[in-house]
């Protein structure tokens, strides 16, 4: 650790970036520069080798939501198991990592204590992530991904039933997961995707279909519903309006059908 340079940082990350995808690479990137930046609060080196490293330029593409009648294909697609985890999704626009982190101990009120109560909202704190499994197979939590993912998300009642019939059916995971895979094994990146590719087979969706995909269903249904920019990007956990705008501006109405149909409403009547 004490040898490595900034070259030899950025030397693999641009050798990563020949064969994952750019969100891929900073996604890696990002844990590999906070195991740095700890390396050196703890004094194990001097300085953190992760500096002006040039990440992989991301393409914009024009994100396209998926309506509803996908999500409810998807969420029938999957095992059981994980038809609570794809409607949560849709229905929390969390990250797919702080979702397979969520603990029951985040769950308020406590979903998986009394089957007898029917609350008509649950509060997530989403304040990390799952970041890897150890070798007792339980949960590896790290740090959202930046300050403004740290959040609280609201959900409704039929959510709220949905989880907890699940974790009366499924119980909680090792670590006390919400969501977990047969035996309470936490959901790995890898064992997320061998979940999701099946389930969207066929069914024409981008390339690089993944759980993503929900988080954007969720944003299109705020944006929808006309929530502003700033709305948005707090239940997201954006860092901030900007985040969001550069992602979803094109599933905002523009100002020129604003103002058109502001004047049509108000003189519609009188001409």
Not at 107 to 125: C, G
Not at 232 to 258: C, K, M, N, P
Request: charged letters at 25%; proline letters at 6%; one cysteine or more.
């Amino acid at each position: 650790m004490t040898s490595l340079r900034r070259s030899d940082v950025q030397r693999v990350v641009t050798l990563a970036a020949q064969e994952l995808a750019p969100n891929t690479v900073e996604v890696i990137y990002s844990y590999v520069s906070a195991v740095f930046k700890n390396a050196v609060v703890d004094r194990v080196i001097p300085t953190s080798p992760c500096v002006k490293i040039n990440l992989p330029e991301k393409p914009r593409v024009k994100v396209v939501p998926l309506t509803t009648e996908q999500v409810s294909q998807i969420a029938s697609r999957v095992e059981r198991r994980y038809r609570a985890l794809v409607l949560t999704g849709a229905a929390a626009g969390a990250r797919s990592s702080e979702l397979r982190g969520l603990t029951v101990d985040r769950l308020s009120p406590a979903l998986h204590m009394r089957r007898d109560i029917n609350p008509r909202q649950t509060t997530l704190r989403i304040d990390r992530q799952l970041v890897g499994i150890d070798d007792a197979r339980q949960p590896v939590f790290g740090p959202v991904k930046t300050p403004a993912a740290d959040r609280i998300v609201v959900i409704g009642a039929s959510v709220t039933r949905l989880i907890a019939d699940h974790l009366a059916e499924f119980g909680p995971g090792n670590g006390g997961l919400v969501f977990s895979a047969p035996g309470g094994v936490p959901i790995d990146r890898s064992r997320a995707g061998h979940i999701w590719r099946p389930a969207v087979t066929s069914m024409g969706l981008r390339p690089r279909s993944g759980w993503h995909d929900l988080r954007h269903y969720h944003a299109s249904l705020l944006i929808a519903d006309g929530r502003s920019p700033r709305a948005v990007a707090d239940r997201l956990g954006h860092e901030d309006a900007a985040e969001t705008l550069r992602t979803y501006s094109h599933l905002w109405i523009d100002d020129e059908d604003r103002a058109v149909a502001a004047t049509e409403h108000a003189l519609r009547e009188i001409i």
